[in-house]
């Protein structure tokens, strides 16, 4: 087990009808908040706009987070040679209360084309409830010729969920307010070419973020 983290109780709650369902998390999709930008050679855009070409989908324990125009590319003859793109994601969240164990599972999935003379980097560095996830990377090197339209690159962090207060544990523990927090991610790509004449290209079209109970839990709260 890598990763442990005590979630402290918070304030309000959001509405109980989701933990009536059975999830195990509460994605805030109504509050979340994207940002970003591209710069190609001396050029520069907004990009990752909510609603926009950025759409999160609560999907009970998995966040989905849709991306439509978050990369860059560099074709041949194009006499840029760097480009950049990054995208900030933040989103609040709520876990179900009681003491057990946790996986936070990230995965990001993209595209990629570059020639020999081109390198190219997709990063997502996350953070959840103010713990900082490892950084999930993968990079193409000089060299290699890619050509591949769907990659992912995927990781699994553990957490210990335990909300018990010192004094009247139990009517704290179950009865209290839901732990709130929030789910970050500043997503990141970036290639260069050494010569006007390569090609490179690299594209995230999106962000999957499970919360999944590990079974065998330690214990819930019992349903009020």
């Known amino acids: ?29 109504n509050r979340a908040i994207s940002g970003g930008n591209k710069q190609v050679g001396g050029s ?25 125009d978050l990369g860059v590319a560099l074709p041949s003859g194009d006499s840029s ?9 933040v989103v609040p969240v709520e876990v179900a209360r009681g003491l057990y164990l946790a996986d936070l599972t990230q995965t990001v999935t993209y595209g990629v084309v570059k020639g020999s003379g081109a390198t190219a980097r997709v990063s997502a560095n996350s953070s959840f409830f103010g713990y900082p996830l490892p950084v999930l990377t993968r990079g193409y090197s000089w060299g290699p010729i890619v050509n591949s339209p769907l990659e992912q690159v995927s990781r699994t962090d553990t957490f210990r969920v335990n909300t018990p207060a010192a004094a009247g544990w139990f ?16 997503l990141a790509v970036g290639i260069e070419k050494n010569n ?25 709260c019992p349903a009020r």
């Open 1 to 29: 087990m890598r990763n442990l983290v005590s979630f402290a109780l918070a304030a309000s709650a959001f509405s109980s009808i989701a933990w009536a369902q059975g999830a195990s998390i509460i994605w805030d999709t």
């Open 44 to 68: 520069s855009q907004q990009v990752c706009i909510k609603d926009v070409n950025t759409f999160f989908i609560d999907a009970g324990n998995t966040l989905s987070i849709l991306l439509t």
């Open 81 to 89: 040679l760097t480009g950049r793109a990054n995208c900030r994601i």
């Open 171 to 186: 009517k704290s523990w179950c009865f209290g307010r839901q732990p709130k927090g929030i789910y970050t991610s500043n």
């Open 196 to 220: 006007p004449y390569d090609e490179a290209q690299l594209a995230i079209d999106g962000l999957d973020v499970k919360f999944e109970v590990r079974p065998g839990a330690l214990a819930f």
